[in-house]
């Protein structure tokens, strides 16, 4: 877990780290990259308002992540807790349990484990994604998804080559 922490540190907070991040490919506005060492795969983009997307895929524990990062959440995510999200994509809602992860002055970020295929299809699908802080109800953000679709077979395809597999 260690590691994929890591991972996703260097993937989110484009600073180096002790993965070895290239970037794959892009598609749709979306950057595609790889962890040599791990061969594990993402999807990421920056919004406007200073947020970070990225979903990954974790060779080792044979799961999809979901992380959110922006410098502005410093002052409200305490590292190592867990906070319970509303994600509304389109109207359709989605709760995930997200860690926060503080790396010393690094932007902060929040981190879900072993996302369903059915809330990754959803990704894919939909237009938008609205975050809400389960507990107070409070709104967080909300995201385009344009392009997912797109970025993801892109991620997909990174994935099966890293595993050796054919496309």
Excluded: H
């Amino acid at each position: 877990m260690t590691k994929l922490f890591a991972l996703c540190a260097a993937l989110l907070l484009a600073i180096p780290a002790q993965a070895q991040v290239v970037k794959w490919g892009s598609a749709a506005g979306w950057s595609v990259d790889v962890d040599k060492p791990s061969r594990n795969c993402g999807l990421s983009r920056d919004f406007s308002k200073g947020t970070r997307l990225l979903v990954m895929y974790d060779r080792a524990s044979k799961q999809f992540t979901m992380s959110f990062s922006n410098d502005n959440w410093a002052q409200y995510l305490a590292a190592g807790d867990t906070y319970a999200m509303n994600l509304v994509m389109d109207g359709v809602p989605w709760k995930a349990q997200f860690t926060a992860i503080r790396n010393g002055n690094a932007r902060p970020f929040l981190m879900a484990v072993g996302l369903k295929s059915e809330f990754l299809g959803e990704f894919m699908r939909r237009n938008t994604i609205a975050i809400y802080n389960a507990t107070s109800g409070a709104f967080v953000t909300s995201l385009p998804l344009d392009g997912s679709t797109a970025a993801m077979t892109e991620m997909l395809t990174c994935q099966r080559a890293m595993n050796g597999e054919e496309s």
